[in-house]
């Protein structure tokens, strides 16, 4: 990446405020077609196996890293003949850093994200959604719906995909985001204790702390489940994609094979686990509801130029770039 082009990346990661950006092109330079090719026999003598591909991600320890932690743990990657190093970020600017280090391939990601990431130039591709999920919550009594909290304030991170979870559910309430007022708290623990000292009438969560939160007497409004909303996805540079094509599908195979594994054993069998790796404190151990995954999908369109039209609303998007132009089809077509 050129010098101005990160000049370029650091100015628009400091004013929105979102997840640090990252390098075009960062992925491990590895070869996955040498890696993948088989060795050629002579006579009689059977093919060699392809040499297992090295895919290394970048993951926040939230819900969307489950079925990838599971198809490592219990060596389904290794059966699908690729290896997923997984490595795990408290905050998404340390993934960042690791990914512009090329220490990842891919990440997981949101639309917001992946808007801001190209208009600085960087070609980075979703190649499927992943499970993750965003919760409304309160702790204000006179607070009963989504469109009660007109004149409240509302705790998030702006120009982020919280940011964005929150309008798109305020617009089903019949409300704008002109309509509340915001506090900007990035720090996901500072929002839960905020909003439990009665700092704020609500405020933009994700899991573990969703469920910290109700256990502590708050009240989910909404979330990207109800409201129909899915931000979440996984992405890689388009010079990853290239080299490793194989391995990612590779991996999805893998992933495909952890939910269905999650879905015939008793979540007893892997709790420990989601605990361990997610951060729920151990005494929720009876509290924590692991979603229903499904096999691996690409990103629906409109989900994508839903995103990208707020992106625009908000400045964050200037360039004409389309919904298409960031989808991969390296495992699904859109």
Known sequence: ?????????????????????VAAGCGNSNNANAGNANTASTGNAAEAPAEAVTISLGLLPSIDAIPFIIAHEQ???????????????????????????????????????????NEAGLDVKITSTTTGEFDLLTGNDEVKEVKDLKGKTVILSKNTSTQYTVAMMLKQAGLTEDDITVTEVPQIP????????????????????????????????????SAGINPFVLAFPQSAIDAKGQGIRDMYAAYDEAVDYMKTHDQSEYIDLIIKEVGYPDTLKNEIQ????????????????AAFAWAREKGL??????????????????
């Open 1 to 21: 990446m050129e010098r101005k082009n990160w000049k370029h990346l650091m100015k628009i990661a400091m004013l929105t405020a979102a997840v640090g950006l």
């Open 75 to 117: 060596g389904f990657d290794k059966q699908h003949n690729v290896n997923l190093d997984i490595q795990t970020f408290k905050s998404a600017k340390d993934r960042d850093v690791a990914f512009q280090a090329g220490k990842v391939d891919g990440l997981s990601a949101d639309l917001v994200a992946i808007s801001i990431y």
């Open 190 to 225: 500072t929002r839960l204790e905020l909003l439990k000292n009665n700092k704020a009438d609500a405020a933009v969560l994700p899991e573990p702390f969703v469920t910290m939160g109700k256990t502590a007497g708050l009240r989910v409004l909404s979330s990207t489940h």
């Open 290 to 305: 692991v979603p229903e995954y499904l096999p691996a999908y690409q990103v629906d369109v409109k989900e994508v130029e």
């Open 317 to 334: 998007l200037t360039k004409n770039i389309s919904a298409e132009d960031v989808i991969s089809d390296v495992q699904f077509k859109e």
